[in-house]
């Protein structure tokens, strides 16, 4: 009998080994990303204030973004860095009109001209 449940496992352990690699797909390389936010002029969530009135800037405009519907995974996931009140978004997007919603969600909860976005647009 405890051969039988060790050949089973085996055989199932070696049955989830044949998918091909190439399904994979390829981890995006940040490299140059990383490099320019290295230099210090770019906010980075290093910059994010501790005080509470922006964590909860923060938090509202998270919570209002993910309200959005149809939004892509990469834009449910931007960053969002607040410092005495000003807002920065960065990260990719799926699309033009994503870009504009999430803007514009920042924009309602933090005031338009508090607000700076470096959203970049996915090629397509």
Excluded: W
């Amino acid at each position: 009998m405890r051969y039988l449940f060790l050949s089973l496992g085996l055989m199932l352990l070696v049955s989830g080994c044949n998918e091909p690699i190439a399904n994979k797909p390829a981890d995006r390389d940040n490299t140059a990303v990383n490099e320019r936010d290295a230099d210090g002029d770019n906010a980075t969530p290093f910059d994010q204030s501790n005080d509470q009135a922006d964590i909860d800037l923060v938090a509202k405009i998270r919570a209002n973004v993910l309200e959005i519907d149809d939004l892509s995974t990469n834009g449910r996931n931007v960053k969002i860095i607040t410092n005495d009140g000003n807002v920065v978004l960065r990260g990719p997007v799926a699309t033009a009109a994503e870009r504009t919603a999430i803007e514009q969600v920042a924009k309602d909860a933090a005031g338009a001209d508090k607000v700076t976005s470096q959203l970049e647009v996915e090629a397509e």
